[in-house]
T-cell receptor
């Protein structure tokens, strides 16, 4: 199964863009990249996902490199409420079934 | 919010006793997953199901068994709980091919084995 590697922690000033990198160099061609975040000990919350193209929604943007070996989650205007652990996940496909493999995450702290 | 409920939310049990955690969904999703989360680790997959009676092992399946006798329920059983199974357990559901292909997570079950 493809693994993801993320920096353990990052700080970002409130109002600035937060750019969270992820390495997934062993990803296969049909495996999607997902981003989730977890605030305190709540259940992880979906942010965005993509396969090859860059994606944007109301929460964030996802930039995937052309070789698909890495991606960046962008929170365009970080707020204090964005302080959380962010997980980059590969949705692995095995014999037609799907499972979500988490990395260890990046703890983002948004500073006032 | 997706209709996913975990029970119990908190449990303390003694070493060697059997424990069953329940995940219930109202979304009719095919896929259901059990994860555990420990300090210093992200979520690690224990078992998952891709349909009634169809299950498979994840990364950390030793000491755990699962059952899915109907679409809405996915049970995780610790046959003989050990202190190393003290953890927070999360259930998730997902579907494929519907345009909404993200996994939705429950609020977690905090299990303490003493």
């Amino acid at each position: 199964d493809a693994k993801t590697t993320q920096p353990p922690s990052m700080d970002c000033a409130e109002g600035r863009a937060a750019n969270l990198p992820c390495n997934h160099s062993t990803i296969s061609g049909n495996e999607y990249v997902y981003w989730y975040r977890q605030i305190h000990s709540q259940g992880p919350q979906y942010i965005i996902h993509g396969l090859k193209n860059n994606e944007t929604n109301e929460m964030a943007s996802l930039i995937i490199t052309e070789d698909r070996k890495s991606s960046t989650l962008i929170l365009p205007h970080a707020t204090l409420r964005d302080t959380a652990v962010y997980y980059c996940i590969v949705r692995a496909s095995t014999s037609g079934t799907y499972k979500y493999i988490f990395g260890t995450g990046t703890r983002l702290k948004v500073l006032a | 919010d997706a209709g996913i409920t975990q029970s119990p939310r908190h449990k303390v049990t003694e070493t060697g006793t059997p424990v069953t955690l329940r995940c219930h969904q109202t979304e009719n999703h095919r896929y259901m997953y059990w994860y555990r989360q420990d300090p210093g680790h992200g979520l690690r997959l224990i078992h998952y199901s891709y349909g009634v009676k169809d299950t498979d092992k994840g990364e950390v399946s030793d000491g755990y068994s699962v059952s899915r006798s109907k679409t809405e329920d996915f049970l995780l059983t610790l046959e003989s709980a050990t202190s190393s199974q003290t953890s927070v357990y999360f259930c998730a559901i997902s579907e494929v091919g519907t345009g909404r292909e993200e996994a939705f997570f429950g609020q977690g079950t905090r299990l303490t084995v003493v």
